[in-house]
């Protein structure tokens, strides 16, 4: 499956939603997951992502690992959103800045 990890939060570009063929993103305050049980492992949304936050659970960043279970357990709790949106209004500052996980709003 695919993994949305740490550069989405508070950017959240929803650039990766519009190509999504089975709508498995799901939506919290600052950040998108992606649903495991959904997704059909298409690779679509990966160069979407203006901020290169996407990919696959078996290659993922060091440090990122934790994302897999929290994509999980938030796609459980959070919305679908089927539709690209406005991304945060200061995404671009938040953009690359690393260790933002402690601003996840759930
Ligand atoms: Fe959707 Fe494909 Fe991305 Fe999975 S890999 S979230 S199915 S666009
Ligand atoms: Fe997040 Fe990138 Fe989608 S910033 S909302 S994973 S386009």
Redesign the pocket.
Known sequence: ??VVTENCIRCKYTD?VE???????HEGENFLV?DPQ?????????P?CPASA?YADNELPEGQEMFVALNAELARVWPVLAETSEPLPDAEVWEGKGDKLQYLQR
């Open positions: 499956t695919f990766c190509v999504c063929p089975v709508d498995c993103f992606i959904v997704c059909i492992d298409c690779a679509l949304c990966v979407e996407i």
